[in-house]
């Protein structure tokens, strides 16, 4: 646990703060800026993305700062983002922690293969690398879909299939 960090749902008062950090991140990770001006982004978070995910803030105690965010639509992560100077620090764990505690099954997500962080931190968390390609992102770039198994969800629905 970090202690940090305060872990919350996300919220349209942090919209500004959210879309800065998230561009910033993916700036950094992936060597290009964000093609999208900020309405757009904003729009996308707001009545999107907030619309079809969970969504979970990091904010950091002291100051009430964005820090990091991760989305999730069932079982697919769909996005998670930390400040570029905030990242190694166990914010992107808590996130995918409490995202998988979470989880009713398996995880799956997308992550471009020219982001070696990235690839090296879901590693870490369990995921794997199954498939390689260039799966409709705006981006244009190739990337992997990982998967996570969930244990737990398969000894829960063993034991209950016993009870």
């Not at 646990?1 to 910033?24: F, L």
């Not at 060597?31 to 950091?60: D, F, M, Q, S, V």
Request: glycine residues 6%; charged residues 25%.
């Amino acid at each position: 646990m970090n202690h940090k960090i305060e872990i919350v749902d996300y919220h349209p008062r942090y919209t500004e703060q959210t879309i800065m950090m998230w561009r910033a991140s993916k700036e950094k990770a992936i060597g290009k800026p964000e093609a999208h001006n900020l309405e757009a982004h904003r729009y996308y978070l707001n009545r999107i993305l907030a619309a079809t995910n969970r969504i979970y803030l990091a904010i950091e105690r002291r100051t009430g700062r964005v820090l990091g965010m991760i989305a999730a639509e069932e079982a697919f992560i769909t996005q998670l983002y930390v400040a570029p100077g905030s990242q190694r620090q166990g914010i992107g764990s808590s996130l995918v922690h409490l995202i998988k505690e979470t989880a009713s099954g398996d995880l799956r997500l997308y992550t471009f293969e020219v982001n070696k962080g990235a690839r090296y931190f879901w590693e870490k968390h369990g995921f794997i690398e199954r498939e390689v390609g260039q799966h409709d992102n705006e981006e244009g770039l190739v990337d992997i879909l990982c998967e996570w198994h969930n244990r737990s969800a398969f000894s829960r629905t063993i034991h209950y299939a016993y009870s």
